[in-house]
């Protein structure tokens, strides 16, 4: 019988399609037509503009206008409902065990058994330890299965019905040691070359999908490739995430609309009457704290019968907004609700040697909101620096059988965080800087080679902007980490630049760290304390990236040349990398050169010695 997953904390780690070790034996998480909810229960999460931004991802040719439903995971199973009422199921998976009883060969090697589930009802090994074989096949669309290992141990030879095992020829544990022998004919094929892709020794895809229990109706003809079941990159979840904050651009139509029935804006024609119009008491507080700019676009939608809504804006655009806004603040706050922010005094941070930093917030209460649209496998994919998901290619799994899913799961998590606004004007004159232009070069060229390497249609240079605020924003978790009480593995952060084609967040530069949980809807405040204390910490920072523990390996790297890491710069475990828990493009975009000087001495660096 297939085993039935009730841990919501297991489901909002590991989503469809993933593989989990359990005490007995291993599984596949199961579609959502697996996941069953209490019928008293219907644990929907509401944000609209997520649920907008999913929909279009997953129903972008669709006529129907409801939304897709955000869902929590289904809670543990109440003991006095019944076991059934509410579970993930998960499939057997893979099918194929080896048994736990080793034989010595004549040449001293150790081996074991390999055998298919349908044997183990038997006499002969029923009552024997047995465990899941821990190599698979997929392909890069998803799709996985069992590897055909009668075809596989005899290749081109032919297949015998003999028993097969699995051989240790060494002690290392590498797969150049395991060997698949079959015990009639002796044939036999060591695990390495199931690695390689030359000859195809895993044959064709099939379309297999395990977790919805079928095969791909659109079929499947990619070379499979060696699987570890139990390895990071079996399944990489695909998700989009926004923060729950009010959105800025429907307050202002709002605005706009209550004065345009009123006749005041109407004859704003062009944006050189507005300032005239702005003069009058009551417009001037209705639209402060709004730029000129945005106050036309505004009066030019509703002219045409545009609404302005967030759900059609990038993600981190409204965000960024919301956080640059933020009132100052005051004795008299009392933070609640999901959303509170409010800026930092400068003179309690302002510095000399900070002078590209406009603006400290505290984020004292932030409601993030995941949702899982897709996973992959082999190859992490994310958003794009906008924080939007353009559309799904194959390489991403579904959740479901069904063409369109009318729910995806999602996660709420309850925090707090900082942020920091950059001024536009000193990071934008940092970028027409000779040496600075040489170093953007020389990570194009990486990311030219990445490309070549791993195609991405959809795959940008996110620019120079994000490389540096990205650094920053890694150095700042590690040395923040050792005083707010929170470990750095839980620390997350969301980065902020233009767009590289400049169609979205002009001028727009920032840093969120934030974290948060979702058992508590409180927070410990220790982030927050952090951001009164920032001058100190980002000073820590940019001491201890000077000089990396690798270097001069790691400030010598040239990402045009190397075969593993395209996408960074001086950039290494030792020095930047994070969990993946941390990092929103998972250890990409890194340079600690663009940030402090390194013994390389590029003299690209934003901030010099004396920070």
Known sequence: MDNQLRSSQLITTYGPGAMVELTDSSIIVGGLEDWKYPKDQACSVSEPRLAAKVTKVLRPHSPRKN??????????????????????????????????????????????????????????????????????????????????????????????PGELWVEERGTSGDLSDVWIVCGICQADRCMREAAQREGEPLKRCNGSRPWLNDLDPKGCN??????????????????????????????????????????????????????????????????????????????????????????????????????????????????????????????????????????????????????????????????????????????????????????????????????????????????????????????????????????????????????????????????????????ASSLRERIYVPAPDGSAMKGSYGILIFTGSTDSHGTLGGLVESARDIRKHLKRAFAASKLCSNDPICSSHDPGNHSQNHLSGAACHACMFLSETSCEQFNQYLDRALVVPTIDALGCELFGESV
């Open 222 to 487: 990619e070379v499979n490739r060696l699987l570890v079941r139990n390895a990071s990159n079996s399944s990489f979840p695909r998700v989009m995430s926004v923060i729950s904050i009010p959105d800025q651009a429907a307050w202002l139509t709002g605005r706009v609309m209550e004065h345009w029935e009123s006749g005041n804006l109407q004859a704003v024609t062009v944006k050189e009457v507005l300032p005239l119009l702005l003069g009058q008491p009551a417009l001037k507080h209705a639209f402060e704290g709004f730029e000129e700019e945005e106050i036309f676009r505004t009066i030019e939608a509703v002219r045409g019968g545009a609404q302005v809504s967030g759900s059609e804006r990038p993600i981190k655009e409204v965000e960024f907004e919301a956080l640059s806004r933020a009132d100052s603040e005051s004795s008299g706050d009392d933070p609640g609700g999901d959303f509170f922010v409010r800026e930092l005094t400068r003179t309690t941070w302002r510095s000399p040697d900070l002078d590209c930093i406009k603006k400290i917030v505290l984020v004292h209460r932030l409601r993030e909101v995941t949702a899982l649209i897709g996973f992959t496998r082999f190859e992490p994919l994310g958003t794009d620096i906008a924080g939007d998901v353009l559309k799904l290619d194959v390489k991403t799994a579904p959740l479901t059988a069904a063409h369109e899913p009318d729910w995806v799961p999602c996660v709420e998590n309850r925090g707090e965080g900082l942020f920091i606004q950059f001024d536009p004007e000193v990071l934008e004159a940092w970028m027409n800087r000779e040496e600075v232009l040489q170093r953007q070069q020389a990570l194009q060229e990486g990311f030219k080679k990445r490309q070549e390497d791993h195609p991405n249609p959809e795959a940008v240079f996110p620019g120079i902007a994000f490389y540096l605020l990205h650094s920053i924003s890694h150095l700042l978790i590690q040395t923040i980490a050792l005083e707010c009480g929170y470990p």
């Open 67 to 160: 939304a897709i439903l955000l869902k929590s995971p289904p809670p543990p199973a109440d003991e006095h409902k019944g076991q059934d009422a509410s579970f993930v199921k998960g499939w057997k998976f893979p099918l194929w065990f080896i048994s736990q009883e080793v034989q010595v060969t004549p040449e001293k090697y150790r081996r074991r058994r390999l055998v298919h589930r349908d044997a183990l009802h038997n006499g002969k090994f029923e009552k024997k330890s047995v465990v899941s074989v821990r190599f698979v096949r997929a392909c890069r669309r998803g799709h996985c299965g069992d590897i055909q290992w009668h075809s596989f141990a005899h290749g081109d030879l032919g297949s015998c």
